[in-house]
C-alpha cells in the first residue's frame, strides 16, 4: 500500500522560547535552527502567525512579532523550515 507520505527530517529544535504580551514580541531559542530567511516557511503561537524579525535570525535565534493575540491555552510555538 501506497499512501503517497513523505517523511521530512525535522530540522533543528525551540529549545526555549519568551513571549512579551504587551509586544507580542516571541523570542525563540534552540539548536540547528535555519539560519536565513528563506529556509523559514512561517512562525506560529497561540494559532496566530508570527512576523520575523530577519535582523535576529542566527542558527540558535529568532525574534518575531505575532501579528494577532494569542489564543488562551497551553501552547509551544514551532516553526516550518
Known sequence: ??????????????TN???????????LTGTNLPAIMSDIRYVEFGHSLCTIDNTTI????????LDYEPVCG????????
Do not use: I, K, W
Open 1 to 14: 500500500m501506497n499512501c503517497d507520505y513523505q517523511y521530512l527530517v525535522p530540522v533543528g529544535e525551540v
Open 17 to 27: 522560547f519568551v513571549y512579551e504580551p504587551t509586544s507580542r514580541n516571541l523570542s
Open 58 to 65: 542566527s542558527s540558535t535565534t529568532l525574534n518575531c512579532t
Open 74 to 81: 497551553d501552547h509551544v510555538p514551532f516553526y516550518v523550515a
